[in-house]
């Protein structure tokens, strides 16, 4: 007889705002803040659900550590179906856009539409180097030189030095967090591989790629791009690895547009349907 599956890890999130819904998913290690400067533009015109993963921020960590994408999928459709929503939007930033992309796979009746920021077809060589580099300098090197690595990583050099305030802030917040969740979820990621099944990918899709990412490699969005039928690129110049972080209103003009597009045409095929 099967063990029983576990139950989904209730999520905390920020909503704002109403309308269509749209649901924003973090990367590894990060939360909902990430996307603080996208938040309320969004909600001017949407329903904006941002959650903390599991893991992550002030959500809970599993007691068996264990962030399968069927498990982090299972937590969401139960965040969704608390705030009566039954398919979303989806914005993924980085191991999010992972996550979104085998959402789409797997159960692709949640969502209306995928934006993937900073992700890839799969997890290749240069990522999980980084993503090791970061595990191993915080083990090896301590908080500070783990906090020097990630700032040199997630952000183009020259918006960083004008943006001290941002590294100070991210210092101190990650100075007392457990990041047993972050390096959990960073393991499961090695090994996502979609290669070859981007065919069973039906729906709209927006790519948003910072060219000068230090974590995904930019040639990963025109990757994205041809491997999906009918997906938008929009690339991000002088721009790394935290897109919405360094370009907030830029980026939430791209997705309130892509997804106000997708909105204004169903209502029209609705409105001609009846």
């Known amino acids: 007889m099967s063990a029983p599956a576990p139950l989904p890890v209730e999520l905390f999130a920020r909503v704002e705002g109403s309308g269509p819904p749209i ?7 990060g939360d909902h803040t990430v996307f603080r400067g996208v938040i309320p533009a969004l909600a001017r015109r949407f329903l904006v659900i941002a959650p903390d993963l599991r893991g992550h921020g002030r959500s809970p960590t599993p007691p068996a550590l264990t ?4 498990e982090m999928e299972a937590d969401l459709r139960a965040l969704l179906a608390r705030h009566d929503v039954s398919s979303a939007h989806v914005v ?3 191991a999010g856009g992972f996550l979104a992309l085998q959402w789409a796979i797997d159960t692709p009746e949640w969502l209306r539409s995928l934006t993937l920021i900073g992700a890839s077809t799969h997890c290749d060589n240069h990522t999980r180097a980084v993503a090791q580099n970061w595990a191993e300098t915080y083990r090896t090197q301590g908080y500070d030189a783990f906090m020097l690595r990630l700032l040199k990583d997630l952000f183009y050099p020259d918006w960083i030095e004008a943006h001290m305030e941002v590294a100070d802030a991210l210092r101190e917040k990650l100075r007392d967090r457990d990041l047993r969740g972050a390096f959990a979820w960073g393991e499961a990621v090695r090994t996502f591989d979609l ?3 981007f065919g069973k990918i039906k729906l709209p899709t927006l790519i948003i790629q910072g060219v000068d990412d230090a974590v995904v490699d930019g040639s990963h969005g025109r990757l994205l791009r041809q491997a999906i039928q009918g997906a938008q690129l929009k690339l991000f110049a002088q ?3 935290l897109v919405p972080v360094e370009h907030p209103e830029e980026t939430a003009a791209a997705i309130e547009s892509f997804v106000e597009r997708l909105e204004s045409a169903g209502r029209a095929s609705a409105s001609a349907a009846g």
């Open 195 to 197: 290669r070859g099944r």
């Open 23 to 29: 649901l924003l998913l973090h990367g590894l290690g």
């Open 92 to 94: 993924g930033l980085s």
């Open 239 to 241: 721009s790394g690895h």
């Open 67 to 70: 962030f399968t994408s069927a």
